[in-house]
């Protein structure tokens, strides 16, 4: 299953300083706020006061005074700060063994998700414990334990039944793509309901082309979960089976940059394999991509939460690249607890932080996690 990257924004507290001056903050005539807490962002205003900056660390800071001057070479700004007086005489630079470390906050990238639901007829056949096939596929999205109800804040959901209406129009007014979708879908999906045959192969078209007349958000990459019980026909004569269709409008979606899932509901069948492996690129001699035939209503909702918790992936991209032989003194956290390198994170192709095992499931089950890294600065690459 392709994995989808969520995306770290970072933003750099701070480079590597070629020469560092010690703080006259706790000498006898050093100002009367130094030590007072204030904002180290970029662009935010010096709160600190004449002779005192913010630094790193976020408190009011001066490495020189009036009283107390830089070394010959340096003269010292308005802001207490030590600089180069371009007269050439200063120390040679050097190392700065007080080199901050580079925080960066994640903020991650949300996958844009359609639903794209068999509504024909035979969806309406009984599914076990007094449901159909219908009720129980919605049970699954939008239920207390739906997986739309569960990430509805992690990826961008929309929903199309699809089944005939005459003519090439098979999508039934399909909700929009959007966050805290789950409501939305719930009342279209109770106010439709299964009926005619299954256009799956028009469907996936359209649904294909839902994602141009509506781009996702910058970032987000565009799924289709195609959810069918049954093989396609065509609207204009049921008993012609649209089987190569399918498999050729799925391969369109994934060329498109649009990957397909396939959930089989009641169904099992090697057109429905040859679906998912055309919706996921799989190429001749490799393995099967997975799909996913579901015989009653527990293994539905597993299917669908198998299917969108690996689509909202623990891939982190950073946005500078890390030294592959120092990434283990890295210190990545999520929800406040320090993930162990090697067990709970890997550096992949220098800039991206895979989070696996527990953490990973950490991460996916928080509805609004708190992701940190922060990396020594000569581990990072600018």
């Not at 109800?149 to 699809?162: E, I, R, S, V």
């Amino acid at each position: 299953m392709s994995r989808l990257s969520i995306a770290f924004v970072a933003l750099l507290a701070t480079g590597c300083g070629a020469k560092t001056f010690g703080s006259i903050c706790g000498a006898a005539d050093s100002p009367a706020t130094c030590g007072q807490t204030c904002d180290s962002s970029p662009g935010a205003p010096n709160t600190c006061g004449t002779g005192l900056y913010c630094s790193e660390d976020g408190a009011c800071d001066a490495q020189c005074s009036a009283t107390s001057a830089c070394p010959t070479g340096y003269a010292c700004t308005a802001d207490g700060r030590c600089t180069d007086d371009g007269s050439g005489s200063g120390d040679p630079p050097g190392p700065d063994a007080s080199c901050p470390a580079v925080n960066f906050t994640p903020m991650p990238t949300t996958p844009s998700v359609l639903l794209v639901l068999d509504g024909s007829g035979s969806m309406d056949m009984s599914f076990g414990n007094n449901m159909s096939r219908y009720e129980a596929m919605q049970s699954g999205l939008t239920g207390t334990t739906g997986v739309v109800t569960g990430l509805q804040t992690k990826a961008y959901f929309g929903a199309a039944l699809y089944q005939c209406q005459g003519g090439n129009n098979v999508l039934v007014n399909p909700v929009p793509r959007a966050l805290n979708n789950a409501p939305t879908i719930n009342t279209y999906l109770n106010q439709n309901g299964p009926a005619g045959g299954t256009p799956t192969d028009l469907a996936i078209n359209q649904a294909v082309q839902t994602f141009t007349t509506a781009a996702p958000p910058a970032g987000s990459p565009p799924v289709i979960v195609l959810a069918t019980d049954g093989e396609p026909n065509d609207c204009n004569n049921g008993s012609n089976n649209t089987k190569s269709q399918t498999v050729a409008a799925a391969a369109a979606s994934y060329a498109a940059g649009i990957p397909v899932y396939v959930l089989a509901i009641a169904a099992n069948s090697q057109h429905f394999q040859d679906v998912a492996n055309a919706g996921q690129g799989h190429q001749t001699g490799q393995p099967n991509v997975p799909y996913y035939p579901v015989t009653n209503a527990a293994q539905l909702q597993s299917a669908f939460q198998t299917i969108i918790n690996g689509v909202i992936s623990c891939d982190l991209t950073l946005t500078s690249n890390i030294d592959a032989t120092q990434a283990s003194q890295g210190v990545v956290t999520v929800n406040g607890m320090n993930l162990t390198y090697g067990t709970d994170w890997t550096l992949v192709n220098g800039n991206t932080i895979h989070v696996q095992g527990q953490a990973c499931t950490m991460l996916k089950a928080s509805a609004n996690p708190t992701v940190g890294a922060q990396f020594p600065c000569g581990a990072v690459i600018f």
